[in-house]
């Protein structure tokens, strides 16, 4: 007899969402059953709506941290930079304020996830990126075990790829200025922060080029070398198959054999 009332209630108006009537049995649960229909057809306003008036009138229901990671995830679905800032901050306040929630690992993916898609280009600051490197990094050392660590490894490799690409790139450019001291400085930083960085082979290219233009060949076979042993397809691998054979065969000449 509640949900008929309830019901009622809800197709009484049709310009906005539907809520229940004060004091309705079960109101809470037909709030976030609601909220997240609403969710599920991209009905973001709506499922807002109806995650909040459960959050801000029963405090004392069991879906009220759902309810309240609903409203994060419907900023965070809708896509745009200030509601991932929205989004972000209802995570954050999910975290501060409950903690110890068995959905605080989803609180915290989800808020480093709100962080990862508001970082800008490579060539751009990466101030954000530095910040949803930090929200991974919490996730880690705070959830090690949760089923959740395989998408956020992911989106570790995502967001460190992104800042080591903005540091390649500034090495590329000192590469192609032909300024070899500050290209190899570059480089040399980037694999000691991030050795898995997916396009190290450019990388190695790279540093080693530079340290043949310096007159190290004995320093830049072994990045050559690393290319080819790491790398079964690269857009380097025939360049650097090419200057191996070059390396040795000069040494082999030196040697007289």
């Known amino acids: 007899m509640g949900a008929v ?20 049995v079960d109101a809470d649960k037909f709030l976030y059953d609601r909220g997240m229909e609403s969710l599920k057809q991209k009905k973001w306003l709506n499922a807002r ?31 745009r930079i200030d509601s991932l800032i929205l989004g972000a901050n209802e995570y ?39 910040e949803a490197l930090r929200e991974v990094e919490r996730f880690i050392q705070a959830y090690p075990n949760s089923t959740l660590r395989p998408e956020v490894d992911a989106l570790q490799r995502e967001v460190r790829d992104r800042l080591s690409e903005s540091e390649f790139r500034v090495g590329l450019f000192y590469y192609r200025s032909r300024w070899d ?31 043949l233009r310096i007159k190290l060949p004995a320093e830049a076979l ?17 360049r650097a198959q090419k200057r191996i054979k070059e390396l040795k065969s000069s040494v082999t000449a030196a040697s007289g054999k």
């Open 92 to 130: 954050r306040e999910f975290l501060q304020f409950s903690p110890l929630h068995e959905r605080a690992d989803y609180a915290q993916y989800k808020l480093a996830v709100a962080q990862s898609r508001q970082v800008l280009g490579p060539a751009r600051d990466q101030t954000a990126t530095r």
């Open 181 to 211: 001291p500050g290209a190899l400085d570059r480089f040399r930083v980037l694999l000691q922060e991030d050795p898995g960085f997916t396009r190290r082979d450019a990388v190695y290219y790279y540093m080693a080029e530079s340290l």
């Open 222 to 238: 072994p990045y050559y070398e690393r290319l080819v042993a790491e790398f079964k397809t690269s857009d380097f691998l025939e």
């Open 49 to 79: 709506e109806y995650f909040r008036r459960l959050v801000d009138g029963y405090p004392q229901s069991k879906f009220r941290w759902d309810a309240k990671l609903g409203i994060g995830d419907s900023y965070l679905a809708e896509g």
């Open 5 to 24: 009332c309830l019901a009622g209630a809800l197709s009484a108006c049709a310009s906005a969402p539907p809520l229940p009537a004060a004091g309705s």
